[in-house]
């Protein structure tokens, strides 16, 4: 009866490989978020889809896409992978992100590993 | 990109003691979030503040948000072993994407 979950948990991959991650939500939210977070913890939106429509997206090279299936997922493709881009990746998700009174709910995260 | 500023940045404090924390920025927030990591996981919502001046519990935590709407404070009260972790702020921006701004973080560890 997990919330938020993510999938896979760990990803040890090499250089330029191209790889995802999945994210489902059981809460019967409109709004999820892709965030990255750096090996000093520091916690950044990548992402977010309302109604699989895309709401946010910060300056984040191209390599990654985003794709929302139905408003219950929302995954992230990485293409060329490059060492930079290891890092624990968090999906998140809440009610509505234009209603008031809004909390986020975050997904266990995934442990990428570029080599 | 845009961080809040949360300190302190770390803190080692003993079993018992009370702990305080805050978030301060330039700008103004709509919705205040606190949040608790523990290694190897992701952020655990603990308190949500959605008005300016507003004092909020949930057990030995007490949060508020700030008169200014430009900080919030957590305090943690009789400090236990398993307090340990990272603590986040996120303050909601209050038109366009509503998007959240994530603290520093700050670590507190508990000597029992």
């Known amino acids: 009866d997990t919330a938020v979950s993510q999938t896979p948990k760990y990803l040890v991959t090499q250089m330029g490989n191209d790889k995802s991650i999945k994210c489902e939500q059981n809460?019967?939210?409109?709004?999820m978020y892709w965030y990255k977070q750096d090996s000093k913890k520091f916690l950044k939106i990548m992402f977010s889809?309302?109604?699989?429509?895309?709401?946010i997206n910060e300056t984040v090279p191209n390599r990654f896409s985003p794709k929302s299936p139905d408003k219950a997922h929302l995954n992230l493709h990485i293409n060329s992978l490059e060492l930079g881009d290891s890092a624990v990746y968090f999906c998140?998700?809440?009610?509505?992100?234009?209603?008031?009174?809004?909390?986020?709910?975050f997904g266990p995260g995934t442990r990428l590993l570029v080599l | 990109g845009q961080q809040l500023n949360q300190s302190p940045q770390s803190m080692f404090i003993q079993e018992g003691e009370d702990v305080s924390m805050n978030c301060t920025s330039s700008?103004?927030?709509?919705?205040w979030l606190w949040y608790k990591q523990d290694p190897g996981e992701g952020p655990v919502l603990l308190i949500a503040?959605?008005?300016?001046?507003e004092l909020t519990s949930n057990g030995r935590l007490t949060a508020q948000f700030g008169i200014t709407r430009k900080d919030s404070f957590l305090n943690i009260s009789a400090s236990i072993p398993s307090d340990v972790g990272i603590y986040f702020c996120?303050?909601?921006?209050?038109?366009?994407?509503?998007?959240?701004?994530f603290g520093t973080g700050t670590r507190l560890k508990v000597l029992a």
């Open positions: 998140a998700s809440s009610q509505d992100f234009q209603r008031s009174q809004e909390t986020q709910y």
């Open positions: 889809y309302n109604n699989k429509e895309l709401i």
């Open positions: 503040l959605y008005k300016a001046g």
């Open positions: 700008s103004i927030f709509n919705t």
């Open positions: 809460l019967g939210h409109d709004t």
């Open positions: 996120a303050g909601q921006l209050p038109s366009g994407t509503y998007k959240y701004i």
